[in-house]
């Protein structure tokens, strides 16, 4: 079968034939038909830091998906061939403490698809059963490409009421800008987010965003406040950047016993006013992938009662033009780059 394989340690990916993948007894296997280039898997084109020390190379690569499945292992008893499908991209063990308290996303023993085992940038992928996700009949490949990301956005926000609440969102990629479709879907009265690109600010504000901010052109999230009448602060706050002085912004606007949500990857020696955290007695979560099975179940109800995440995918290219989508990635002026590998 054809694959995006990383044959080197070197920047880009090499289109190749590989083997098809084994299908164990409790695997199935899946013909893929679309793909989504992931911020990771940028990562691993750039062959940056992270990706040297994770990715292995002659591994082909790639977790958003969507496809049908060809085959299904002799003891599957939950899938049949035929079935739309999408999945779950974190292999757990299923025997640690953590996944046998039922916090499967927390397990230590994580395996992820194409980053540390082969990966779904190929005409077929082979998971365990347990790790599929049906999709419905309503739902289009695109949009369940783009599930895994998706998943993300919906477990930062909902990890907190947001009903009537006013939320702030720095860092406006594409996960944050989903996180604000989910956030208004969710209840919020105000959704405020902010960056450093007007193209990224602006595909927010296409998501939902009610105010966006470019931090790097004069405007300020204090104006912002003083111009939507929140005086006291974000109840709720999402940091989706990594950047220090984005976390620092949260700290300083959100409200007395605001909840803070901490997807961005902060860099070592990063730190915050503690003192201000603890005054204000704020609550912070740490967000990893996806609760398994429940933000699953969540954007499910979402998508099905009118959630739209479409206009975050803005190109689409054939799987053959691969390296024109991650071009399109590293530059920036993108949403989601979506492949085809099957009509």
């Known amino acids: 079968m054809k694959a995006l394989v990383k044959t080197k340690a070197d920047k880009g990916l090499e289109l190749l034939d590989v083997p098809m993948p084994e299908v164990g007894p409790n695997d199935v296997l899946i013909k893929i038909y679309k793909t989504a280039i992931c911020g990771t898997d940028l990562h691993i084109w750039n062959w940056d830091a992270w990706a040297q020390q994770t990715i292995p190379v002659g591994m082909h690569v790639g977790h958003e998906y969507c496809g049908i499945i060809e085959k299904v292992g002799s003891a599957v008893t939950e899938f049949r061939p035929g079935e739309i499908v999408s999945g779950e991209g974190h ?28 990966g779904c940038f190929a005409e077929y992928l082979s998971i365990p059963q347990s790790n599929v996700i049906r999709v419905g009949n309503k739902m289009s490949m695109e949009v369940a490409s783009i599930l895994d990301p998706l998943g993300n956005a919906t477990h930062t926000a909902l990890s907190w009421d947001l009903v009537g609440e006013d939320v702030l969102i720095t860092g406006a990629g594409l996960i944050g800008s989903m996180a604000a ?18 193209y990224k600010l602006n595909l927010a504000r296409i998501m939902g965003a009610d105010r966006t901010i470019n931090v790097s052109s004069g405007d300020s999230i204090a104006a912002a406040r003083d111009e939507m009448g929140i005086t006291e602060g974000y109840g709720v706050c999402l940091e989706m950047s990594g950047a220090p002085a984005c976390l620092k912004d949260i700290i300083t606007h959100s409200a007395y016993g605001a909840n803070i949500s901490l997807l961005g990857i902060q860099p070592g020696g990063s730190g915050i006013d503690w003192n201000t955290f603890v005054w204000k007695g704020l609550k912070m ?29 803005t190109h689409r290219l054939p799987y053959t033009d691969f390296k024109e989508g991650f071009e399109v990635m590293n530059s920036g002026k993108s949403g989601k780059v979506v492949l085809t590998w099957s009509e």
């Open 181 to 198: 479709a989910v956030c208004k879907k969710a209840g919020a009265r105000t959704v405020t987010i902010t960056d450093v690109s007007d």
């Open 91 to 118: 292999i757990v063990c299923g025997h640690c403490r953590n996944c046998r308290k039922g916090l499967f996303h927390l397990c230590p023993n994580t395996q992820g698809v194409g980053v540390n085992r082969p």
């Open 285 to 313: 979560k740490g967000i990893y992938g996806r609760e398994m099975y429940n933000t699953w179940q969540k954007m499910d109800a979402m998508l099905s009662s009118g959630l739209d995440v479409t206009p975050i995918i």
